[in-house]
């Protein structure tokens, strides 16, 4: 919900045509610029209705047109109180599933990944203290069937792991919460056995496919 209202953020500030944006990104070609005298206190209203709406404490918006950024700002503060600006780092969390998902399709594609396939038969090294976990299939951990689940390990309470690896590893001590393929449960970090596969293959990849695989 978050991303589409900030998209129709920017849909509602960008007219179809007028006049270039005062206070544009430095170096930003005039015809790229949001027509219709549109400027950053608009945005920065418009940021600041939603922010007292929804709680918000702080948003880094981007406004583009084609392939041009013509504004970009912070608005509010972080957590920890700090001022949010246009290059303030934010978490990706599940973001982060969508460019997997991409990853992957392209790897079934390829014919180097079928999505039906257990997910060991690509990462040897996911175990978990689940037998069952042998049964996991890379469409059940796209669609988010694949059983594991917060309720029967939670990670979030646990210290976060700084790579993918790590993120794998710790899962040999978690048992499933459901039989795989029977139950939805967006809830675990399932995804990081994709993510540490697609990273494998693209590194391959990248020196074998003109278009750098693309991912």
Do not use: W
Not at 4 to 11: F, G, N, V, W, Y
Not at 27 to 49: H, K, L, M, R, Y
Not at 104 to 118: C, K, Q, W
Not at 155 to 165: A, C, D, G, M, Y
């Amino acid at each position: 919900m978050f991303l589409r209202t900030l998209i129709a953020i920017c849909m509602a500030v960008l007219p179809a045509a007028g006049a270039a944006l005062p206070g544009a990104l430095p170096g930003t070609p005039p015809e790229a610029a949001p027509p219709g005298g549109v400027t950053p206190a608009a945005i920065a209203a418009f940021v600041a209705d939603y922010r007292e709406e929804t709680g918000l404490p702080g948003v880094a918006v981007v406004v583009t047109r084609g392939t041009e950024v013509v504004h970009a700002s912070g608005y509010g503060v972080t957590a920890a109180g700090e001022p949010v600006t246009a290059d303030t780092p934010m978490p990706f969390a599940s973001v982060s599933k969508s460019f997997t998902a991409l990853a992957v399709m392209r790897l079934v594609e390829a014919g180097r990944i079928g999505l039906d396939d257990p997910v060991r038969r690509h990462l040897p090294e996911f175990t978990m203290a689940d037998p069952r976990a042998a049964k996991i299939t890379v469409r059940q951990l796209l669609h988010q069937t694949s059983g594991m689940a917060d309720s029967a390990f939670r990670e979030r309470s646990l210290p976060q792991p700084t790579t993918l690896k790590g993120a794998v590893a710790r899962l040999r001590t978690a048992r499933l919460a459901a039989e795989p393929g029977t139950v939805f449960s967006r809830r675990l970090r399932g995804a990081s056995g994709l993510q540490t596969r697609g990273e494998s293959h693209r590194r391959r990849a990248f020196d074998e496919s003109p278009l750098r695989f693309g991912v």
